[in-house]
């Protein structure tokens, strides 16, 4: 396990750095991220240190204890300054695992006036969340078979039409993408009347689909419809996989079968929902395009943005968005949630079996980017909705027993599970926020974060008896 100690240093090192060049910024908390890069710094080089030496070949089963870990070591980091500036234990371990994983929900209040060194660290996490689960996605869940993700293959493997040789320049080339994205909407930003820091704070948290916002109304704090546009299109170019754009770019070709499902899936949506805000609150049907797109396609890429609070749209309204805030974005981007990939496997798998039940003596197969899906990937699509719904059952009835009203137990657990950020309810929906839960259920929701951005399969497999005695066995 040398190794695994080894890479969690590094981590503490990269976020270390990240804490100087905070405190060289901003003065204002110079003095709180200086002594948490001391911190930080110092406990990760020694670590490092203690654990070098000649690695083994890292084995698949260690790569479950690495994943699982590098994510909670980062959240610890994170906290690091936000608990030296005023927030409790409990509360600086939520907002930090909230920003690594890109979920977006908060505790924090009076953001308006919060030093801008902490909403440059929260907008940091966020970006550095974003694209660390882009390489997750990319190395390692893919050879680790998590729930189905090992189709992500198809797209950017060495079956069948690879587009870079390895793994390493694949990440690389997503890194570059995923920068100049975030730049391009910097300038955007900036273009529709945007502060500098409040367009790169924005754009980091937008193309990592975090929605970490520096203001307490979110971004609806801009009022301008350019802005909110722009922000829509970003929001949902994070969500999209960074192997389809890597194949627009190295064979010209973007055709794929789960970014297809998810345009039109939330062009439907969007589309009827509008209609139904026009017909019913009588607003103006392009407001109303605006606000329905924006605030659907925040929820749908878990970026948990809003420019209003939706739930006061009415009862139809708040159903929709609970039902959207478990569809999630594509495999292989920024996004969290289920994801597009299994939801279209998943419907799929349904019209087979129904298929099947109507005429037993047909032949069904399932396909996915013109290839039989197998049976053992189906068996993971399917295992992983159903520990998906176990998982969050569990969850809303702890958060129940903890205090919360049904309706916040059971959002807030979807919420987290999914990594969106707002919940729905007077209490954590999009005009609320965390602050007011305790901190038994403010720890529940985050593990309830690390789970979800962990596929569920790979943090599970860590408390099964028979992992732990095959990595022993390999000592």
């Given at each position: ?31 709180v ?16 240190l ?26 610890v ?9 005023s927030?409790s ?58 729930g ?12 069948g ?11 690389s ?37 975090g ?26 170019l ?28 939330l ?6 929902m ?44 708040v159903?929709?968005?609970?039902v ?8 292989g981007?920024?996004a ?16 087979a ?38 998982t ?84």
């Amino acid at each position: 396990m040398n190794f695994v100690v080894f890479i969690n240093g590094l981590v503490l090192v990269f976020f270390a750095a990240l804490m100087g060049g905070d405190a060289i910024i901003f003065h204002g908390t110079a003095e709180v991220f200086g002594i948490s890069a001391v911190l930080v710094g110092l406990t990760g080089t020694l670590l490092s240190l203690s654990s070098w030496s000649s690695f083994p070949e890292l084995h698949r089963l260690h790569t479950f204890v690495l994943t699982s870990s590098v994510w909670l070591t980062a959240a610890v980091a994170g906290a690091v300054p936000l608990y030296l500036w005023s927030l409790s234990p409990a509360d600086a371990l939520f907002e930090a695992m909230s920003g690594i994983t890109t979920t977006g929900s908060t505790v924090m209040t009076g953001l308006d006036t919060t030093p801008r060194g902490i909403i440059l660290w929260r907008a940091l996490l966020q970006a550095v969340g974003g694209i660390g689960f882009i390489v997750t996605g990319i190395a390692l869940l893919p050879i680790m078979k998590v729930g189905g993700m090992q189709l992500f293959r198809t797209e950017s493997s060495d079956k069948g039409e690879k587009e870079l040789r390895s793994a390493v320049l694949f990440a690389s080339a997503s890194l570059q993408i995923y920068v100049g994205l975030m730049a391009l909407c910097a300038l955007i930003y900036m273009a529709g009347g945007m502060s500098f820091f409040d367009a790169v704070t924005h754009a980091m948290t937008t193309l990592s689909t975090g929605g970490y916002s520096g203001y307490d109304s979110s971004f609806g704090h801009f009022q301008s419809p350019f802005l909110q546009w722009s922000a829509t299109l970003f929001m949902l170019l994070g969500a999209l996989p960074f192997a389809w754009y890597i194949r627009g770019v190295y064979r010209g070709s973007l055709r794929s079968e789960q970014v297809s499902a998810m345009l039109r899936s939330l062009a439907v949506v969007i589309g009827v929902m509008s209609l139904w805000l026009t017909l019913t609150k009588g607003i103006d049907p392009l407001d109303a395009l605006r606000l329905v797109a924006f605030n659907v396609v925040s929820v749908v890429t878990t970026t948990g943005y809003a420019t209003t609070d939706y739930t006061l749209w009415g009862p139809f309204a708040v159903t929709a968005f609970f039902v959207l805030t478990a569809v999630g974005g594509c495999t292989g981007s920024t996004a969290g949630g289920a994801k597009a990939m299994r939801w279209l496997l998943f419907g799929r798998a349904l019209r087979a079996l129904i298929t099947q039940i109507g005429s037993p003596n047909v032949v069904t197969s399932i396909r996915y980017e013109g290839r039989r899906v197998e049976d053992d990937v189906m068996s993971g699509v399917i295992s992983f909705f159903v520990l998906y719904a176990v998982t969050f059952g569990i969850l809303a009835v702890v958060l129940t027993y903890l205090g919360l009203d049904i309706a916040s137990a059971s959002s807030g657990a979807l919420t987290a599970l999914a990594n969106v950020g707002p919940g729905v309810g007077a209490v954590i929906g999009p005009a609320g926020n965390f602050s007011s839960l305790s901190d038994a259920a403010k720890l529940v929701l985050f593990f309830g974060m690390f789970l979800g951005r962990l596929e569920l399969f790979t943090v599970f497999v860590l408390f099964t008896r028979l992992f732990w005695r095959e990595v022993g066995g390999r000592h």
